[in-house]
């Protein structure tokens, strides 16, 4: 507990000095910090000034807030450390505290999200040295070990269009879920058992079949999990929303601890993790950081010379007929550019509509890169992913080095991981999910189990092509 000693005032802010009881440096927890504080976190954002429909004024201040909670450096004064709870995403206490705060393994293992997401700008991708060490944080909470039996180690994804895939995500949720409905209301009806091919805009999720009594098989579902949500993020395609990824990348990273799922209302505590800091992240800077990802531009494709547009355009025809884009997916079709913030699906432990008040609701047609969207011609927004938010088996016996991960996350075989998107796929070198391959021919020559003959069919190319669809996947860059 603190027991705050001092008080300012200072200009329109209040400062309030806390000092630990426990006689250590004193910690600051402000309404409004001086610049010259410990604290990276200069005001918390209060949701209350977000409700609804934001105009394009309200949207730049809460994104330019965000973008400064991205790039901050968390410090002990902000609320760093979580001496007593794990890294889980399931608030979990551990039993003693770590031997050291800080390590690259376990975590805390960075000091802000650019740390990692910076590459060739901030939101961007990460080296091989800006990997993580992910472990559900259940059992093996502390390990200082980088051997795959404690952790699955994963290379930092870029969040380029972002807020597009979450959109994607929602609408193919919707469809299949009403899928599902349907073929229980026709069980229902007609007293058989109804087969139904699980189908979201064009991507199979295989078949679902209900019985007559409201009984589901879900045996034959593929590539999502039984609940039909699409969850679009991490490479294992196991995180719903953007909000959710952002609380709990808070908490692993750096022990700092959202209310939303961390405090008196989940865990009985305002100090879960043992820190002696309270209101570390409230329900507004989440809010700040999710609609910095969400509004952050989709990747495009760069201006050529004549001899690299050439081999771009040969590689882009290649890359169609080996069947690539059966998986990659050049474009998905979406119906909304409306972005809604908490969304639909988000689940216990992240802010839910109706929890505080009105959702907040960011218009990305708002945005100058929205207008660079093909539209359909039913007025959709195709959005240049070249993925399908769908997850596959991508290692078998013979081409095995993707199958690399020993822990199953979320119930997932070891084996699958959800479509890379391809765009932006010429600025985020190293590749693969452990980001320990270093070129674009290494990564798709260990495509194996279900992409087995689309690999087969490139390592068969000659030297030439396969240098063509080099080109072409140079050419989808996030712009600096
Ligand atoms: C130590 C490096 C590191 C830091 C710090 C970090 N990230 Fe990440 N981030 C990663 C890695 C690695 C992944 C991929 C995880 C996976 O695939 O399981 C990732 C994935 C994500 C994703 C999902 C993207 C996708 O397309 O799947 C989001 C969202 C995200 N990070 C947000 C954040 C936010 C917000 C912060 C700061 C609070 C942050 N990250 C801090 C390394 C980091
Ligand atoms: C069956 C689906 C499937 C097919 C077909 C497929 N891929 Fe992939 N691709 C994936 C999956 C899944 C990943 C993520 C692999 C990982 O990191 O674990 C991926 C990853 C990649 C990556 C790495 C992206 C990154 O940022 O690390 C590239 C490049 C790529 N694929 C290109 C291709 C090319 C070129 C082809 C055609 C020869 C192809 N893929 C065919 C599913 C597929």
Redesign the pocket.
């Known amino acids: 507990m603190n027991t705050c000693r001092l008080v300012y005032r200072q200009l329109a802010g209040v400062l309030v000095i806390c000092a630990l009881s426990s006689g250590s440096a004193p910690r600051v927890q402000a309404a409004e910090e001086l610049p010259w504080s410990d604290a990276a976190i200069q005001q918390h954002i209060d949701l209350r000034q977000y409700h609804g429909k934001l105009t394009a004024d309200q949207l730049d201040s809460l994104v330019q807030a965000g973008k400064s909670l ?1 790039s901050a450096s968390f410090t002990v004064a902000d609320g760093v450390g979580r001496p007593m709870a794990t890294q889980a995403i399931i608030p979990t206490k551990r039993k003693r505290p770590p031997r050291s705060e800080f390590a690259r393994t376990a975590g805390l ?2 000091n802000a ?1 650019v ?3 910076h590459q060739p700008i901030a939101g961007g991708a ?1 080296d091989f040295t ?3 060490f ?1 472990s559900e944080g259940f059992q093996l909470s502390d390990f200082d070990s980088t051997d795959p039996q404690f952790s699955n180690e ?4 870029h ?1 380029f269009g ?1 807020g597009l895939v979450e959109l994607l995500a929602r609408e193919m949720t919707i469809e299949l879920q009403q899928q599902r409905r349907s073929a229980l209301s026709e069980a229902h009806e007609t007293g058989e058992t109804i087969k139904k091919k699980l189908n979201a805009k064009g991507v199979a999720f295989g078949e679902i079949i209900a019985h007559a009594d409201g009984r589901i098989d879900t045996r034959k579902i593929r590539g999502v999990d039984d609940d039909l949500i699409v969850k679009p ?4 395609g196991v ?1 719903t929303s ?1 909000r959710q ?2 609380v709990n ?2 908490n692993h ?2 022990g700092m601890q959202a209310n939303e799922r961390f405090g008196a209302r989940w865990t009985g505590s305002n100090d879960h993790d043992e820190d002696s800091s309270t209101g570390e992240i409230t329900s507004g800077d989440v809010s700040a ?1 999710v609609a910095y ?1 969400a509004t952050l531009k989709l990747p495009s494709q760069m201006e050529m010379n004549s001899d690299w547009a050439a081999a771009s355009e040969r590689g882009s025809r290649l890359f169609d007929q080996l069947e690539c884009n059966s998986c990659h997916i050049r474009s998905l079709p979406l119906n909304s550019l409306s972005f809604t913030d908490p969304g639909p699906f988000d689940a216990a432990g992240t802010l839910r509509q109706g929890e505080s008040g009105e959702s907040s609701v960011y218009d990305l047609s708002l945005y100058e890169w929205a207008s660079t969207l093909e539209r359909s011609d039913q007025g959709q927004w195709m959005v240049p992913l070249f993925g399908d938010l769908k997850r596959h088996v991508i290692a078998d016996t013979q081409v095995a080095q993707l199958g690399n991960e020993l822990l199953s996350q979320r119930f997932v075989e070891r084996n699958e991981f959800m479509t890379a998107e391809l765009w932006g796929v010429g600025s985020t070198a190293p590749y693969g ?1 452990r980001g320990d391959l270093t070129t674009l021919g290494e990564v798709i020559g260990a495509h194996g189990g279900d992409a087995r003959d689309s690999r087969d069919r490139y390592v068969k190319l000659t030297e030439a092509e396969r240098t063509d669809i080099n080109a072409f996947l140079k050419s989808l860059i996030i712009e600096p």
């Not at 994963?154 to 994804?157: I, Q, V, Y």
């Not at 993020?233 to 294992?236: A, I, M, R």
């Open positions: 991205f293992d960075a999200c740390s990692c997401h990460g800006a990997n993580v992910v994963r290379n930092t994804n969040l972002a993020f991490s490479q294992k995180m953007l990824f952002t990348a808070l990273h750096h950081l990802q999910h």
